[in-house]
């Protein structure tokens, strides 16, 4: 049996979760969703109903001010504009196959480039992919050079070279957007499974180490801290990572139920959460993201859904529920946020990112 959700939390008013900015009202909502959802080419995940009514997921509830509000759902690249090639239309046409409107199986690992565009690895079928915004093009790999992925977990992308963590294979590769690999890491990681870069630095969560493992973006071992443990400093195996606007390091420590928060270099500075069943506890803690007023957002794999506290670690709201419409997940894991305030969520077993929005101004 599933522990119980957290609550949903009246936000308290300090910093840009807090803030009064105006909307008051889920019409006014309705409006700025719809317009963020037309503006990014974000498919409803719903199939009845107007698109009024599927905009007005909001938390908190009315009447308090909302902060954060459902977009719209990815489970494919006609989610986001995108439409097969000529050539795979026609290849399409001759051999009834799919090319280019192939769906996701159970998205797992997200994260952003430099230009907010959207990189996934796809656990459900070995498959790296990336969405490119501008061009409304997308890409995806299932092996590059002689390396097929087996397990792909994470991902993070800077400079044009993208860089997986393959739990499976227990390596980091890195290669450019023509697949052609440019190097493979194995010695120092025994299975990989978070990734984030910040700086010039690549920082891989190591499950199985207990231990968070720096590069440089070329592949050149750095340093690594933490052990297995309870104490502050020490994982029970760490999972995911994120980079925040201060050069901090988020690191969740899943089977601690907790996340800690190190400096550049690795030094412990505090952390937040821990086991429990309410609102500001974690069961199953999972992907972490930092927006840009340094808000931490964590989701829980098996709370279904993802919780936002403030940069000291104080609980601000819950957002979501099980299930499979809109803002309800089944078993999530991967969360990245965008400069535009889109946050994006692996719904893994429901096949689809979800996307939000952060209405609240700083």
């Known amino acids: 049996m599933r522990p119980r959700r957290p609550e949903p939390f009246s936000i308290a008013r300090h910093g840009g979760l807090g803030a009064t900015d105006g909307l008051h009202s889920a019409s006014a909502v309705g409006v700025l969703t719809l317009a963020v959802w037309l503006a990014f080419g974000v498919h409803a995940a719903e199939k009845n109903g107007s698109l009024d009514e599927q905009f007005l997921g909001v938390w908190p509830a009315p009447p308090a001010a909302p902060r954060v509000a459902y977009v719209g759902s990815i489970s494919g690249p006609g989610d986001l504009g995108i439409r097969p090639s000529s050539w795979n239309r026609f290849a399409n046409l001759v051999t009834g196959g799919d090319r280019g409107k192939e769906q996701l199986v159970k998205p797992f690992g997200i994260a952003l480039d430099e230009a ?95 231990r968070v493992v720096i590069f440089d973006l070329r592949g050149k071992f750095l340093s690594k801290f933490g052990r297995r443990g309870v104490g502050p400093g020490e994982f029970n195996f760490p999972t995911h990572l994120a980079a925040g606007p201060n050069g901090r390091v988020c690191v969740t420590d899943s089977m601690n139920s907790r996340i800690q928060m190190f400096d550049a270099a690795g030094q412990f500075q505090h952390g937040m959460g821990s086991v429990g069943d309410g609102s500001g506890h974690f069961s199953r803690p999972k992907g972490v993201a930092v927006d840009g007023f340094g808000h931490v957002y964590v989701v829980d794999a098996l709370f279904d859904n993802f919780q ?55």
């Open 308 to 362: 936002i506290f403030d940069p000291q670690g104080r609980f601000l709201l819950s957002v979501g529920a099980a299930g499979s419409g809109p803002g309800e997940f089944w078993l999530p894991t991967g969360i990245a946020i965008g400069r535009d305030h889109l946050i994006y969520v692996a719904d893994g077993y429901n096949r689809r990112v979800q996307v939000f929005k952060y209405l609240a101004k700083p």
């Open 116 to 210: 907010d565009n959207l990189c996934l690895t796809d656990t459900g079928n070995a498959r790296v992919w990336f969405f490119d915004r501008t061009l409304k093009t997308c890409q995806h790999w299932d092996k590059v050079g002689r390396l097929t992925f087996v397990s792909p977990v994470a991902v993070a992308k800077r400079k044009g070279i993208f860089y997986v963590a393959d739990s499976a294979l227990q390596k980091l590769v890195a290669f450019d957007g023509k697949g052609k690999l440019r190097f493979e890491i194995a010695k120092e990681l025994e299975r990989p499974s978070g990734l984030t870069i910040a700086g010039e630095r690549l920082y891989v969560a190591d499950t199985a180490a207990h």
